[in-house]
């Protein structure tokens, strides 16, 4: 099945600097990369995704490259603010009939004033 | 953040009872997935159902059990089996549109304590 590892797992940044988070997936069949965004104590949310035949995407503050061929995809946030403080999940899905997320163990963040 | 309920919030059980989570949506959603989240081990599935009477194990389906008897439902079922129940217990779901990339919406959670 799908692997996908997550780095770093912890990260702390000062408030305007940028943060970047890494990941690498096992199956080359995978098409579809979502990061969800955890706050403490409440429900992951999904804050940005890419496709497989997109190698990047941005919205505002943040983007998501994708290189399929060295089979990693990364989150940049820039300009951190304290708010953007939370646990930040990478998973990728394999394409075929059964709709699954694979997700990485996660990155929290810290954005200190 | 509304159409996806978990209840109870938290929850206590004894060793050696079985307990069930609930999960309701509103939102006609055709999948729904129960996630387990332990510190530093992210989200883990444990089962999946893409359509009402039909559901798949996931990577840790081990001790847990589900029904889906209705769209807006599905409920699991902690088991006795389970060697080590306590942890964070997310559900989910998603439009199945035919599309591979709608959005998996999650519930608040049920935090589950074995005394």
């Known amino acids: 099945g799908e692997n996908v590892e997550q780095h770093p797992s912890t990260l702390s940044v000062q408030e305007g600097d940028s943060a970047v988070i890494k990941c690498t997936y096992s199956d080359s069949a995978s098409n579809y990369f979502p990061w969800y965004k955890q706050e403490l104590g409440k429900r992951p949310q999904l804050i940005i995704d890419i496709r497989s035949n997109v190698g990047e995407k941005k919205d505002q503050r943040i983007a998501v490259t994708l290189n399929k061929t060295a089979k990693h995809f990364s989150l940049h946030i820039t300009e951190t603010q304290p708010e953007d403080s939370a646990v930040y999940f990478c998973a990728a899905r394999v394409g075929g009939s059964n709709y699954k997320l694979t997700f990485g163990k996660g990155t929290l963040l810290t954005v200190n004033p | 953040d509304g159409g996806i309920t978990q209840s109870p919030k938290y929850l206590f059980r004894k060793e050696g009872q079985n307990v069930t989570l609930s999960c309701e949506q509103n939102l006609n959603h055709d999948a729904m997935y129960w996630y387990r989240q332990d510190p530093g081990q992210g989200l883990r599935l444990i089962y999946y159902?893409?359509?009402?009477?039909?559901?798949q194990k996931g990577d840790i389906a081990e001790g847990y059990s589900v029904s889906r008897e209705k769209k807006e439902s599905f409920p699991l079922t902690v088991t006795s089996a389970q060697k080590n129940p306590t942890a964070f217990y997310l559900c989910?779901?998603?439009?199945?549109?035919?599309?591979?990339?709608?959005?998996?919406?999650f519930g608040p959670g049920t935090r589950l304590t074995v005394l």
């Open positions: 989910a779901s998603r439009w199945d549109s035919g599309s591979s990339y709608n959005e998996q919406f």
């Open positions: 159902s893409q359509i009402v009477n039909d559901f």
